[in-house]
Nanobody, 115 residues
Framework: QVQLVESGGGLVQAGGSLRLSCAAS????????MAWYRQAPGKQRELVASITRVGNTNYADSVKGRFAISRDNAKNTVALQMNSLKPEDTAVYYC?????????WGQGTQVTVSS
């Protein structure tokens, strides 16, 4: 089993920045994909950004140019730097990792952007 602990959520004004972090622990062998998802009230969970083990990234169109995902393979951590935040970025953000074809999820951290 892999445990994920997220941190860094909170309340910020529109235009501000937040940095989310996620640390993986437990039975870690080789984490392939690391990603951040989000779920706003009444909406489906959606992919925000992902990063492969070699650093290839993918972003939702809505966050391109504003968010940046990064990872540290030695520390088994993934971060999401969020800049120029908008009220529509308000959601619970979830860390996700894939190892040996298994998905693991964090408990989620709330991000609220006020207008």
């Amino acid at each position: 089993q892999v445990q994920l602990v997220e941190s860094g959520g909170g309340l910020v004004q529109a235009g501000g920045s937040l940095r989310l972090s996620c640390a993986a622990s437990g039975s870690i062998f080789r984490i392939n994909l690391m990603a951040w998802y989000r779920q706003a009230p009444g909406k489906q969970r959606e992919l925000v950004a992902s990063i492969t083990r070699v650093g290839n990234t993918n972003y939702a169109d809505s966050v391109k140019g504003r968010f940046a995902i990064s990872r540290d393979n030695a520390k088994n951590t993934v971060a999401l730097q969020m800049n120029s935040l908008k009220p529509e970025d308000t959601a619970v953000y979830y860390c996700n990792v894939v190892q040996l074809f298994h998905d693991y999820w964090g408990q989620g951290t709330q991000v609220t952007v006020s207008s």
